[in-house]
């Protein structure tokens, strides 16, 4: 009997798993594009459990898994009511036998860390308040689109040291990059993961808050919102701590070098970042979007077929 596979964190795996579920997702595109059939998951189903609500993550999950052959059942915020109305060890036991996989998007890491103990099906990680691993995997799959390569690339991201970070901390363990985090004093990553990540000794980490001095040489400039979901009250606070790492044309100009810009979307346009750049040709953010669909399938296929 296989022993079930989840994707929960990008450090779980080394980098030639990794490079298989970037090549998977390579080919997976290519057949969604020339819309070839790809089945993997025929008669499978797949519950989406939302505490998070997310346009794109749900429209990319279930617009891949069921063009692979699957059924997405979507289970909102009141349908489930995660760690409140019910133990998640047994939330997870019943899917386990109602479901072939689940993917959640969560506030509490620590509910997702409870849901595959328990569970005897594969478990993606939608997003959670400490990560974001899907998210990531796309990214670094756009970036290696755009540039050909990514060993020693430079990402500079601009803003709070969030879960968006912390899977880019993740897979600086995996794959050797340069990677700087630029952010306000106080909204730094968590401490010990970005001890971990370079004692990892496979990257170069940075984490700084001169953002001019940051971009120098960058590759790729990536932001996000300042408040994310759960924050907006501490969204005017956050705006004027934030105000100095809005990524805008004279940021760009700073690297000194042709730079891609990111973004993990939504954007809030004229805050963390600025229309003209959303809007430049080195704006990346779509391809970025698109290939959360792409490699999200990847994920998926890459479970199932290399279950232990």
Request: charged share 25%; net charge negative; hydrophobic share 40%.
């Amino acid at each position: 009997m296989k022993k079930v596979k989840h994707f929960l964190h990008i450090s779980d795996y080394g980098s030639e798993e990794l490079w298989d579920i970037l090549n998977l997702s390579k080919e997976v595109k290519a057949k969604f594009r020339n819309r070839e059939d790809y089945t993997p998951f025929k008669n499978k189903s797949l519950a989406m459990i939302f505490a998070k609500p997310s346009a794109r993550t749900r429209v990319s999950f279930e617009t891949g898994f069921e063009w692979m052959g699957g059924h997405a059942l979507f289970l909102g915020p009141t349908d489930i009511g995660i760690g409140k109305r019910e133990a998640i060890k047994d939330i997870s036991r019943v899917f386990s036998r109602y479901n072939d996989m689940i993917m959640a998007r969560l506030f509490d890491h620590k509910h997702i860390l409870k849901l595959a103990e328990y569970s005897t099906i594969p478990i993606v990680n939608g997003l959670t308040d400490y990560n974001h691993p899907c998210q990531i995997m796309a990214d670094i799959f756009t970036v290696w689109e755009h540039l050909g390569n990514i060993e020693n690339v430079k990402i500079v991201y601009m803003g709070d040291g969030n879960n968006i970070v912390h899977s880019w901390l993740h897979l600086a363990m995996c794959f050797p990059l340069n990677f700087v985090c630029c952010c306000p004093k106080g909204y730094e990553p968590d401490k010990d993961l970005v001890k971990q990540s370079k004692d990892a000794g496979i990257s170069t980490i940075e984490i700084t808050h001169d953002p001019k001095s940051a971009v120098k040489d960058a590759d790729v400039i990536y932001t996000d919102v300042w408040a994310s979901m759960g924050q907006k009250e501490e969204a005017e606070a956050r705006a004027k701590a934030f105000a100095p790492f809005q990524v805008n044309s004279a940021l760009m100009s700073a690297t000194g070098c042709e730079t891609l810009f990111m973004h993990c979307l939504p954007a809030e346009r004229d805050r963390e970042v600025t229309d003209a750049v959303m809007e430049a040709d080195y704006s990346i953010v779509f391809d970025q979007a698109e290939n959360r669909l792409h490699v999200q399938n990847g994920i998926m296929a890459w479970l199932v077929a290399n279950g232990d």
